[in-house]
């Protein structure tokens, strides 16, 4: 996993994990993923970003989902 090309600082954006060196935080790339952007679009729109930066974004979302315990929505 590429976790070092993550950052977590209580003084960079309230503490939300960010690509290093920059303000972006891991859970925008993810929406945007998610919204249907490409890799390139997203290269365009942050291109201070790499590559491996946006792998380890997904890298570090995925960790934390696996590490997150979610109540089941049946049980409410």
């Not at 290269?43 to 934390?64: F, H, N, V």
């Not at 989902?65 to 109540?71: K, R």
Request: include cysteine.
């Amino acid at each position: 996993m590429q976790m070092n090309r993550i950052e977590i600082d209580a003084r960079v954006c309230g503490g939300k994990p960010v690509i290093r060196g920059t303000r972006i935080p891991v859970a925008v790339l993810v929406d945007e993923l998610a919204e249907g952007r490409s890799w390139e679009d997203l290269r365009r729109g942050y291109p201070e970003l790499s590559e491996q930066d946006i792998r380890a974004a997904l890298q570090y979302a995925s960790a934390a989902i696996e590490h997150t315990e979610f109540a089941d929505a049946a049980a409410e």
